[in-house]
């Protein structure tokens, strides 16, 4: 994974706001020609422990704007910045002006009305798309991960910024940082890959992309807490040193001064905050019981996060940073300590420009209704999503389909709520393109559509079944959409059904309910049965590859993703996306990823299974079944077939400081023009250590013409191929690497062989 050395954007004006202060003479902290070092160390020798105290806690507009009818209240703006300056949480499903204007006022106060000036940062949600009503909605982060284009990624989160920005939004909560590597977890969908490589090179582009647009970007959830114990959100995490070092780059733990302080200050060189998540902080003592919990103990949590380096408390809990100010009088806490978390804020707040410019450009003069929801921005949201969607089987080359003809439409995620996932703000589910809407638009008059809905998501009632068996009959083809569904913001946490999204954990990858039994019955009629998965996470049923004529998997959509399959199912756009995570045959075979350690497994397992005539073959791994995947990470097919040369290195001995280029032709042999995303892999043949039986360590997603012939290069520093030794020493060890080119994690196309000395 990248390392974060920056939250937060650089970037500055130099327009200074003329504000008072207790002085004639403008202080030091207000220059904007001082060092950021300077002004952090001027502003906080000038600032009381209240003051300080009230930096790292987070207010919310609710306190000042009511949530049902947006009117203002004066003094609840005065009461919640008295102990909750530092940053405000915005994200509620009301109308984008109330919070525009309420966000003014509030950084207004801030800025004019208070002793030092100090504006705040105003936070919201925006792993897919800003949260809030009628913002452009892209596809969900495994969704536009699948993509493997980091570029696009970029756009859609400058896209996401602009949107945030123009309210007054200067941080979103985004990306998630972790892996996919327990897929029974809910939030599987709010991740990016099972592996390090691409989840880095993806939460790279977003954090870059957000910050060009001046909103600082907060790596959420960063290091191992997407493992947890029996899939359960919030589980603990196992896993030691070694294997969070070699995974992650990092460790595991909350509020860990280890990890915080030793890991993310002292290696990573990390300059600025850490946030404790919604509540966080309560579950030392209500869930970890390392102290009490009713009344909730809040010295002991201050005296055990902020000194371990969480520096600013969200809300969601019991503000127990409010003690800070008490605790440093009766001498339990070190100022130094209060000083370090307020620097490492003010630094953020100092790089960001935020003193100079707390208002972007739209905020101030109410310009902003125009930036959002763009058609720029739906365009993207469109081609991403396009980009994502990943062909798994063709048989017979099924697809492309005519415009032609009759098409049946068949399942609960054709039509109906759209299927988003999580963290979309209340309401979502009720706009966009869904999968019937896309299909009808594409084909026009050309074709007829009968459209039947089957089932319901969550149901056993077979009752739709008759109708939807009909609607497939009287066409040539079947379009069966189905999969798992999440919920929107604010809804997820009620008994409403979902399957996935936050704390909505599975043990089980079947389809949920009467849907597999609808594929069945589909397949059944002998019409030639396209099957789309629309799901935020892999579905375990294996059986379909075989009996479907198609099947596609589109990772939870954008507000365009109807428009986006029609093109994949017609072939106005050929399909490019690849896995980022590994499918399994069935739940009981995980973990699945790709890149297990050596000793993991071996790639032909003696594996048992039935046999057609229901006679079963026994093995031993497993007795019935495989432990290998269904489909490996990398995995996409196109409608275009490609051809690899051998594969070349500009050297092949080098040293750690040596970056190594590798080469190979790509030729497209097909009638048509496609693209291909060729990726590399490392095998370290002999280490000292157990280490992965190989990585991802680069990709190039290239279009290339029908006949046309590309030349891919990819750059390969030598210094990434190390390991963590027995010393927990990273080192690059001396010896023969296998430098793999290929077209998914076992299906490699070329290799040749790389000698370090
Ligand atoms: C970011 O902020 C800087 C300084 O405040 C300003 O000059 C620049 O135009 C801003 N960039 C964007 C994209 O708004
Ligand atoms: C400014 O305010 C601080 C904090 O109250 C105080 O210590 C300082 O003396 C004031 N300076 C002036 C010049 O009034
Ligand atoms: C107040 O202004 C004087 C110069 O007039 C300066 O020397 C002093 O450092 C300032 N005090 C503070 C607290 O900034
Ligand atoms: C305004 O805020 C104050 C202080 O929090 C609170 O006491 C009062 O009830 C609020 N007024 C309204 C109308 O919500
Ligand atoms: C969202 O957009 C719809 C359709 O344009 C409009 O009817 C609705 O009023 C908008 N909602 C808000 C809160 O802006
Ligand atoms: C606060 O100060 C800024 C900059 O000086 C000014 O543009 C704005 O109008 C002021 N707002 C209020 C409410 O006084
Ligand atoms: C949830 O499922 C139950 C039946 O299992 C159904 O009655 C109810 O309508 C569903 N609710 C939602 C919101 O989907
Ligand atoms: C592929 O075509 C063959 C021959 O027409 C047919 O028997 C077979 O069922 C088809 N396979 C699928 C999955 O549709
Ligand atoms: C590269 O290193 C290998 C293994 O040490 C050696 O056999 C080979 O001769 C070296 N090749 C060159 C060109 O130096």
New binding site residues.
Partial sequence: MVKFTSLVAIGLAFATAATADN???K??YKDPHVSVDERVKDLVS?MTIEEKAAQLLQGDIGNWMDTTTGAFNQSGLADNMKTKAGSFYVGYPVPASWLAENIKKAQDYLVNETRLGIPALVQSEGIHGFLLINATIFNSPIAFASSWNPTLVQDMAKAIAREAAAIGVNQLFAPLGDLARELRYGRVEECFSEDPYLAGETAYSVVTGLQSENVSATVKHFLGFSAPEQGLNTGPVHGGERELRTTYDGVPAVANSHMLNDILRGEWDYQYYVISDAGATDRLCNTFKMCEASPIDSDAVTLAALPAGTDVEMGGGSYNYKQIPQLVKEGRLDIETVDTAVSRFLRAKFEMGLFENPYPASVADQTWSALIHTSDAVQLAYSLDRESIILLENNNNTLPLKKSGSIAVIGPMAHGFVNYGDYVVKGSMARGVTPLDGIKAAVGNSATINYAMGCERWSNDQSGFPEAIDAAKKSDVAVVVVGTWSRDQNELWQGLNATTGEHVDVNSLNLVGAQADLVRAITGTGVPTIVVFSSGKPVSESWIADSAAALIQQFYQSEQGGNALADILFGDYNPSGRLPVSFPHDVGSLPIYYDYLNSGRTSSPDAGYVNPDGSIHFGHQYVIGTPLPWYPFGYGKSYSTFSYSAVSLDKANATVSDTVTVEVQVTNTSPVDGTEVVQLYVIDNIASVDIPNRKLKGFKKVFIKSGATVRVQIQLPVQDLGLWNEKMQYTVEPGAFTIQIARSATDIAGSATLYVS
Avoid: C, L, Q
Wanted: aromatic share 0%; net charge positive.
């Fill in positions: 002085n004639s003479s202080p030091k000038r």
